[in-house]
């Protein structure tokens, strides 16, 4: 190590054909891009399915994937936020859940408009953030316990006020929100394919989203940087927690304007990380990039419809969903263990 | 010598550029730092020296503001820096570099180097200014003397090796515009010809008004830096010496306050039976190596960073595979596959990380010093609670740990007292082979002899000893003989008779020097890692 010299020769490229400098760059296209191997699936699977099913390709499918995508997919997107930070977030699906109870009591009960009852609800969920950002970088209170407080709490808080009864009668909005389309689209999977650009351009586009990663990538370096890591983080599980509850929101319309604490989103939390481990982000904090996130989500999600569409039993799905998550992280382990003699 | 000495005479009307005043801070009982009186002038480099644990890190981490100390004042050209805060001191001018890399290695080499700043070039204030910050990164590596092109900014750091890592590091720092510069160690990582680049930079700020703190692990390059050079000693400044007042004894003396003592000469009983024989062993970065190691025999293992000491101790521990040649012990065949291997075969491993790798601090004394010896103190597979007691007892105070009780955490006691404590977890297994890696790291020099004599004591009852060190006066201290090692194979093994550092470091850096052809770059008095 010491002997090392970099000055004089390593600064020119080392001497090779140009074939073999092409194969480096692939090399390190692979190496420094683990995403894309998910977009490959994302594009591999779907063609498959569509030439195995009927239905699959058909508009009305591709509008429910959709429409799934607007619940799991913008999780996934606020979850590996707090995950690039070196952190978890597991109330994510059950602050959906009571997200949803909320505007929809609000509403309802409360008589405020439905503007104002989701306005107030996205508040209620900030605050959640806070609450969980606080604790993690002020008291040191691992993300992990945290969050699972908040898991607890929040799905007795939805049973609590709905006493176990969906909330019926809300606002057309809301049902307007989830069930109508532009273009064809539907508004959720407007709203997710709006989160992903805007978390892209947040992460690779601001000091803000780079700040991001070198608190997870190294927080001491962070720190000795003059970084304000405490607020980043903070900010991270708020967004998190907001995203959660747009999701939570968007629930309502889609079983028919009825707000149904049994519906809730508990175990969405886990496709969540699922999908942003499937897409390359590291749980270690620091690594993985927002077109990873989003084709993670989106291959999740086209396995999960794909298999219903060649009438592959419901019993049996989760069972290959856990199977490809599975592949995808030994796969992920070999590439990291193959390119890391490179490293050094 | 005194701190209260004068300012350097030749310098009476230098302006002050760090002023500290009744500076300290303790980690629990121990005062690591002690600082009644300290000025730093504008135009110098300040080289600071002492032994491990002597308060140098603490120093420099109060100044960059990564140590929140506990009390008194510093100044920064006049302007009070307040404690703990990174972005107080950077704002007052102090770039710290550190030994440990402090870069993110997800990130680009351009992002790192202009880590929590924008591009000066750059008006916009939110969205990163990618073009502005990739020219500035450039300018900065070329402006603390990389050729251009030299690094590409766009790559990752994590896949750059160490050396440039470290590169990148001095040029983050330099690109503060500091005018106080910390260099923690800045070369020990560094092959000569950018060590001589980094010597170069340092003498640069100086010359432009800066103030450099240089922190050196060689007494030779931190002479050659230096305007001034202050001691530290168990936290406190115990000299302060102009450039023309130094010589490598009078720091050596300093440093160790007095407490060298004198080797025994010790001869190692030929009678005895071989009992490791290394036979072509090679590993990665390793090898092939050939070694025979008596029992009663304490081997050094001497070599720069990145030599192959530490792979060697681990491959013959088990922890890392070997890829080919045999390890014979005991005149029989050993073929590790892992630690637990080793383990059986009788090899006891004290591995270099006290805190890491060897004890769950927060544990018991009585359960550390006990977890290898767990089946044969229990009766039929069931632990009792008196019996690992006692055994605890029995263990701690055969190596002398000083404790209220067994019951009390390990991580309580001081750097020396849990050494002892793993020294004799590693004796309760009855171990023919004892592999040492960096025994004395982090102790403090009382606890130091302490440690030798247990592993006098190792010998003495006929254990074979391996001992990686890179302080060489330890191995000169406690070994019989001396491998030296040098690009993963030992290269030379010398007895304890004709050993000394020179001879070392002759072995252990010829050939690199010849290698790179560069070994005009420094004065050839190679006297090598001291502290």
């Not at chain 2, 500290?20 to 801070?25: D, E, F, I, Y």
């Not at chain 2, 390059?221 to 302060?240: C, F, M, P, T």
């Not at chain 2, 720091?251 to 290394?278: C, N, Q, T, Y």
């Amino acid at each position: 190590m010491t002997t090392q010299t970099l000055l004089p020769p390593s600064g020119s490229q080392p001497p090779g054909t140009i074939g073999a400098a092409r194969r480096g760059n692939l090399r390190r296209l692979l190496i420094e891009t683990p995403e894309t191997g998910v977009v490959v699936a994302c594009i591999g699977l779907f063609a498959l399915f569509s030439v195995w099913s009927n239905t699959f390709h058909q508009t009305s499918n591709l509008q429910v994937v959709g429409r799934d995508l607007g619940q799991t997919g913008i999780l996934a997107v606020g979850e590996s936020l707090v995950i690039l930070t070196g952190g978890i977030d597991l109330s994510v699906g059950a602050l959906a859940g009571l997200a949803g109870i909320l505007a929809a009591w609000f509403n309802v009960s409360g008589g405020m408009p439905a503007p104002l009852a989701i306005l107030v609800t996205l508040v209620i969920c900030a605050i959640a953030g806070v609450w969980h950002g606080v604790l993690v970088t002020r008291l040191d209170v691992p993300p992990f316990v945290i969050t699972l407080v908040t898991y607890t709490v929040t799905i007795g808080a939805a049973l609590s006020i709905t006493s176990g009864t969906p909330i019926t009668g809300t606002d057309p909005l809301f049902q307007n929100l989830s069930a109508y389309y532009v273009w064809l689209i539907p508004v959720p999977a407007l709203i997710f394919v709006g989160v992903v650009v805007l978390a892209w351009f947040v992460l690779e586009r601001t000091y803000v989203g780079r700040q991001i990663y070198a608190v997870g990538g190294n927080k001491e370096a962070a720190r000795l940087a003059a970084i304000p890591f405490k607020s980043r983080i903070v900010s991270v599980y708020v967004v998190s927690s907001v995203l959660a509850g747009i999701v939570g929101v968007l629930t309502i319309g889609r079983e028919s304007g009825t707000a149904d604490p049994s519906v809730g989103g508990t175990g969405w939390e886990l496709i969540a990380i699922a999908s942003a481990v499937v897409g390359g982000v590291s749980l270690f904090g620091g690594e993985g990039r927002i077109i990873g996130i989003a084709a993670g989500a989106i291959l999740l999600e086209i396995i999960h419809n794909g298999l219903l569409a060649v009438d592959v039993s419901q019993y049996n799905i989760q069972m290959i969903q856990g199977a490809v998550l599975g592949v995808a992280v030994l796969l992920d382990r070999l590439r990291a263990r193959y390119f890391g003699r490179d490293r050094r | 010598m005194s701190f209260e000495s004068p300012a350097p005479s030749g310098t009476p009307s230098r302006a002050v550029l760090a002023r500290l005043r009744g500076v300290h801070k303790s980690y629990g009982p121990v005062r690591v730092l002690d600082l009644p009186e300290l000025d730093l002038y504008a135009g110098q480099v300040v080289g600071v020296v002492g032994e491990n644990g002597a308060g140098k890190s603490t120093l420099m981490g109060t100044l960059a503001g990564s140590v929140h100390r506990d009390g008194g004042e510093i100044e920064i050209d006049g302007k009070a820096l307040v404690p703990g805060s990174t972005h107080a001191a950077q704002e007052l001018g102090v770039a710290l570099v550190s030994q440990e890399f402090p870069l993110v290695g997800q990130l680009s080499v351009a992002e790192n180097l202009l880590l929590g700043r924008r591009p000066r070039e750059s008006s916009r204030k939110v969205l990163v200014d990618r073009k502005a910050l990739r020219e500035e990164a450039a300018a900065m590596l070329t402006e603390i003397g990389l050729p251009p092109g030299s690094v590409n900014v766009n790559r990752q750091v994590r896949s750059l090796p160490v050396p440039t890592r470290q590169l990148i590091e001095i040029a983050k720092g330099w690109g503060r515009e500091p005018k106080l510069l910390i260099l923690d160690e800045p070369t020990s990582s560094l092959g000569p010809v950018e060590a001589a680049l980094v010597l170069g930079l340092a003498r640069r700020l100086a010359k432009s008004g800066g103030t450099v703190l240089f922190i050196g692990h060689r007494l030779d390059e931190v002479a050659e830096v230096s305007d001034r050079i202050i001691v530290l000693r168990n936290g406190k400044l115990v000299a302060d010496l102009d450039r023309d007042e130094v010589t490598e004894d009078r720091l050596i003396r300093e440093m160790v306050g007095g407490e060298i003592v004198h080797a025994k000469p010790k001869v190692a009983d030929p009678g005895k039976p071989v009992l490791l024989k290394l036979h072509g062993l090679t590993a990665d970065g390793l090898g092939p190596v050939d070694l025979e190691v008596r029992a009663g025999e304490i081997m050094g293992v001497a070599g720069l960073m990145g030599s192959g000491r530490s792979r060697l101790i681990h491959t013959v521990a088990g922890a890392q595979p070997a890829t080919g040649g045999s390890i014979e012990l005991g005149g029989e065949p050993y073929k590790p596959h892992g630690v637990g291997d080793g383990a059986a075969a009788g090899i006891a491993l004290i591995p270099e990380d006290r805190k890491e790798q060897s004890l769950v601090l927060f544990a018991s004394i009585k359960d550390n010093v006990t977890v290898g010896i767990l089946r044969k103190i229990s009766s039929r597979g069931i632990l009792g609670p008196k019996r690992r007691r006692q055994e605890g007892q029995r263990i701690a105070e055969s190596v002398n740990v000083r404790m209220q009780s067994v019951e009390q955490p390990i991580g309580s006691l001081s750097g020396g007292n849990q050494q002892r404590a793993i020294f004799g977890r590693a004796f309760a297994s009855d171990p023919r082979l004892l592999l040492l890696d960096e025994p004395t790291r982090g102790v403090d020099v009382g606890a130091k002899a302490e440690i030798y004599e247990l592993i006098d004591r190792a010998a003495e009852q006929g254990m074979a000893v391996l001992a990686a060190s890179s302080e060489l006066e330890e191995l000169l201290w406690i070994c019989n003989r001396i491998a030296v090692m040098n690009h993963g194979r030992v290269v030379a093994v010398i007895d304890r008779q004709q050993a000394t550092k020179e001879a070392i470091m002759t072995a252990a850096a010829g050939s690199a020097r010849a290698e790179n052809g560069t070994g005009a770059v420094r004065p050839p008095a190679q006297n090598g890692a001291v502290a």
